[in-house]
């Protein structure tokens, strides 16, 4: 089961950590990937990291804005978002999939389980 939690209304240039609670997986951590869907639009990669806390992978446009991080004794990923744009207005999901040293922001059809999303509205 994965649980987003965090979002929210938040100025241009402002931030916001986003948190993903995963449980259920009993024999290893998950890797987290964290994914957006704006209106209109298909489900784009952000940020991924591996379950083994190893690899990290973020997309160019929130590269160096973005820090992707886990928790393993709290069983949570957070996203920190900062310097946000408009155009980050969407609904934020995280996905999971059992993967030790590998994950992905390309590849949605890579994830096996997801939350129910937490919405972020960049807006002045």
């Known amino acids: 089961q994965l649980v987003e939690s965090g979002g929210g209304l938040v100025q241009p240039g402002g931030s916001l950590k986003l948190s993903c609670a995963h449980s259920?997986?009993?024999?290893?951590?998950?890797?987290i990937g964290w994914f957006r869907q704006a209106p209109g639009k298909e489900r784009e990669g952000v940020a991924c990291?591996?379950?083994?806390?190893?690899?990290?992978d973020y997309v160019d446009s929130v590269e160096g804005r973005f820090t992707i991080s886990r928790d393993n004794a709290k069983n949570t990923v957070d996203l920190q978002m900062n310097s946000l744009k408009p155009e980050y207005t969407a609904v934020y999901y995280c996905?999971?999939?059992?993967?030790?040293?590998?994950?992905?922001?390309?590849?949605?059809?890579?994830?096996?389980?997801w939350g129910q999303g937490t919405q972020v509205t960049v807006s002045s």
């Open positions: 259920g997986f009993t024999s290893e951590n998950p890797a």
């Open positions: 996905g999971a999939v059992r993967r030790r040293f590998y994950c992905s922001t390309m590849y949605v059809n890579l994830y096996v389980y």
């Open positions: 990291i591996s379950g083994s806390d190893t690899f990290k």
